[in-house]
């Protein structure tokens, strides 16, 4: 059965930066559509970040574009998000996620049907 472990969540400062890795145990992993949400206390699950399985293509979320970076290592089975200059408002659980099925870069959590256990990101301001 395919896995989504995330990692390299933490405590940071306003301003900050962090790498966060998701590896997969999947042997097709370079065929899936990956993405990031996050969820932070009495919220909805949000849509981060999307990227294809070739890496050619990515999407952000309005509110992240131009400080978190999408890619991923199809040899290594690792997607990451590069978390720059971070505010208060991303402080939030991240959660990798998986598309098997379509290569469109789906904001709607509903169409992955794969799911890491999350990793809690915390910005201090």
């Known amino acids: 059965q395919v896995q989504l472990v995330e990692s390299g969540g933490g405590l940071v400062q306003a301003g900050g930066s962090l790498r966060l890795s998701c590896a997969t145990s999947?042997?097709?992993?370079?065929?899936?559509?990956m993405a990031w949400f996050r969820q932070s206390p009495r919220k909805e699950r949000e849509f981060v970040a999307a990227i294809a399985s070739s890496a050619g293509r990515t999407a952000y979320a309005d509110s992240v574009k131009g400080r978190f970076t999408i890619s991923r290592d199809n040899g290594a089975n690792i997607v990451y998000l590069e978390l720059n200059n971070l505010e208060a408002e991303d402080t939030a659980v991240y959660y990798c996620?998986?598309?098997?099925?379509?290569?469109?870069?789906?904001?709607?959590?509903?169409?992955?049907?794969?799911w890491g256990q999350g990793t809690q990101v915390t910005v201090s301001s």
């Open positions: 999947g042997r097709a992993f370079s065929s899936y559509t």
């Open positions: 996620a998986a598309n098997q099925v379509t290569t469109y870069l789906r904001t709607n959590p509903a169409y992955y049907n794969l």
